[in-house]
């Protein structure tokens, strides 16, 4: 069970440009900059950047002075946010089990862990929203 590392990745590419932008150094920051400096590989970086721009987080512009820049302030994005453009959809859990015994005992045990799982996922969910961008770049400096 894990999220794909690329969520972790986009939290750290967020915050990079979050750090970047408030302390004055760009207005947008080059794909080629975030990618050396992260260590990300372009094609992963692009698929990031894709789900975060799809969601409202980071805006792209072409051309020489273009590159990327955020759509909301650090203090509006929550990790959950994050999480939500690369994973949409995507339940923490699977639980279609598919097994072969039939009855009452089975289907409870399916239904008890299902529930397990889910009330998990949310709780997970939840404090990912409690967390923002603004929040961590405070933390940075500590």
């Known amino acids: 069970m894990s999220y794909p ?6 939290v750290l590419v967020v915050i990079f440009i979050s750090d970047k932008i408030r302390q004055g150094q760009y207005e947008f920051l080059s794909t080629k900059s975030i990618s050396e400096i992260l260590n990300i590989p372009r094609p992963t970086l692009v698929k990031i950047l894709q789900g975060l721009s799809m969601h409202g987080i980071i805006e792209t512009k072409e051309g020489k002075q273009g590159g990327i820049r955020l759509l909301k302030k650090p203090s509006q994005i929550t990790i959950l946010d994050i999480l939500n453009a690369l994973e949409t959809g995507k339940p923490l859990f699977q639980t279609t089990f598919n097994i072969l015994a039939e009855g009452k005992r089975p289907d409870n045990a399916q239904k008890s862990i299902s529930k397990l799982l889910n009330d998990a996922e949310q709780q997970m969910k939840a404090v990912l ?4 961008i603004e929040e961590i770049l405070i933390e940075m400096n500590d």
Do not use: I, R
Request: glycine residues 0%; aromatic residues 10%; without cysteine.
């Open 5 to 10: 590392l690329s969520f972790s990745k986009a």
């Open 129 to 132: 929203h409690q967390k923002t």
